[in-house]
């Protein structure tokens, strides 16, 4: 089921070439990086997914199936520092089902945004962009939770296969309990597959350049023997900020 990526997981390519356009880290990555910080923290960091409300952009009011916070952050060496809540905008050229308008999602909670868990995983990542990251300064955090019940399947990426419209996206598996699917799939940018795989370890993580790569999520179901499942993801985007204004919605001009 899982294709040989281009890079191999967690091994970051050679300065003396093209770097690939994602990489396909084990959990060892970010456990490491989460092994200095007090299990206290951590826990809480993980357990905060029980705490999404529901995304009012997607799914019923009586039957949703995705739930969300929204953060965004300047990146200062080993230091976050939280921006004013904003919504949340993609073109409707990356985003056919939900671009073109400012979404609002609800803010992190104040224990995950100013706690070390987080700040710990963002420089982890932000260290190993598959890519330059000179003036990638600024980034976005979504804290998701995709369910799935007996009669409705959930939709990780109900606009199927796209990019978000940033510079660089980190996909971070916090857990998955009791679905079957939900299989991530990357493409180059003629639709062609680059690389397949279900994320199944908690921490597990692929971090790509979104300029180069298309992806997606197939459905997920609950688990044979199970009426209800969940997966519970961290998303963050990476791209350039201005500290004098609010960011402009992310766009390539934000990655150069």
């Keep these: 089921m899982t294709a040989t990526p281009l890079s191999a997981p967690g091994i970051p ?5 093209p770097s690939p356009p994602f990489v396909h880290h084990t959990p060892v990555l970010l456990t490491s990086a989460l092994a200095a ?12 997914w029980n705490d999404l409300p529901a995304d009012p952009h997607l799914g019923t009011a009586a039957a949703p199936y995705r739930f969300r916070r929204y953060g965004r952050f300047r990146i200062l060496g080993d230091r976050l520092e939280r921006l004013p809540h904003a919504a949340f905008f993609q073109e409707r050229t990356v985003n056919s089902v939900n671009g073109g308008v400012d979404r609002m999602f609800a ?5 995950v945004a100013d706690g070390p868990a987080l700040r710990a995983v963002v420089r982890t990542l932000w260290d190993r962009l598959p890519g330059p990251r000179t003036g990638i300064d600024t980034c976005g955090v979504h804290q998701i939770r ?6 409705a399947e959930g939709h990780p990426t109900p606009e ?27 493409y180059d940018l003629r639709r062609q597959p680059l690389h397949r795989t279900v994320l ?31 997966r519970d993801m961290l998303l963050v985007d990476f791209f350039r900020g201005d500290a004098r204004h609010s960011p ?3 766009s390539e001009a934000h990655c150069s």
Aim: aromatic fraction near 2%; proline fraction near 10%; charge should be positive.
């Design 200 to 230: 199944t370890a908690p921490l597990e993580t692929i971090v790509l350049d979104d300029r180069r790569v298309l992806h997606g999520v197939s459905p997920l179901r609950p688990a044979p023997g199970s009426r209800t499942g969940l």
């Design 37 to 48: 910080i007090p299990r206290g923290p951590v826990t809480r960091f993980t357990e905060s």
């Design 13 to 17: 390519a050679s300065a003396s070439r």
């Design 160 to 186: 199927g296969i796209h990019r978000d419209g940033h510079c660089y996206v980190a996909q971070v598996l916090i857990l998955r309990e009791n679905v079957r699917g939900a299989e991530s799939c990357l």
């Design 248 to 250: 402009e919605p992310p």
């Design 107 to 111: 803010p992190l909670r104040d224990a």
């Design 146 to 151: 995709i369910t799935a019940t007996a009669g």
